[in-house]
């Protein structure tokens, strides 16, 4: 189960992240918005963070204007590791070597096109795990409040 949420500005990307969704037989759980009247971001970035977060969905995806603003709310909520990306590449490594779960896009900075492109490789991309894993769980004791020094 993929977690979708987004503002009034994300909005008109959103059929755009579905229908690759729907290309990939992926089921997915809309949390809003569903207009376009002017809605506050966090709210519908925590709301798709936490269903990731309590295990509800898998991964989620987020958009607002810029990609920004909801994906620094979705790095809010613990255990959440999101990543806002205008390009393949990022997309790709984000997964391969941050084990991201969230994917933020800004409605405002990509076009539909490269937005489905985006998707499909965060999708369909692993995380290697190896050295990695140990990166991803140093993150994960900062996002519990631990630390990395001495
Ligand atoms: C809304 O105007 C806009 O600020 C929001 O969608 C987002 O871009 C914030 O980061």
């Not at 779960?101 to 490269?114: I, P």
């Not at 937005?115 to 965060?122: C, E, H």
Request: hydrophobic share 40%.
């Amino acid at each position: 189960m993929i977690a979708i949420g987004c503002d009034h500005a994300g909005i008109d990307l959103k059929p755009h992240v579905i229908s690759v969704l729907e290309e990939l037989g992926l089921p997915y759980k809309d949390f809003g918005t569903f207009s376009h009247e002017s809605v506050d971001y966090p709210v519908y970035g925590e709301l798709a963070a936490r269903a990731v977060a309590s295990g509800e969905c898998e991964l989620g995806i987020v958009m607002c204007g810029t990609g920004v603003g909801i994906g620094i709310a979705a790095n809010k909520v613990r255990g959440v590791r999101c990543v806002m990306c205008s390009d393949c590449y990022s997309a790709l490594m984000s997964r391969e070597h941050n084990d991201a779960n969230v994917l933020a896009m800004g409605a405002r900075v990509v076009g539909s096109e490269l937005a489905k492109m985006i998707v499909r490789t965060w999708l369909t991309a692993a995380f290697n795990g190896e050295r990695h894993a140990r990166r991803v769980g140093q993150l994960q004791t900062l996002d519990g409040g631990g630390t990395l020094l001495p």
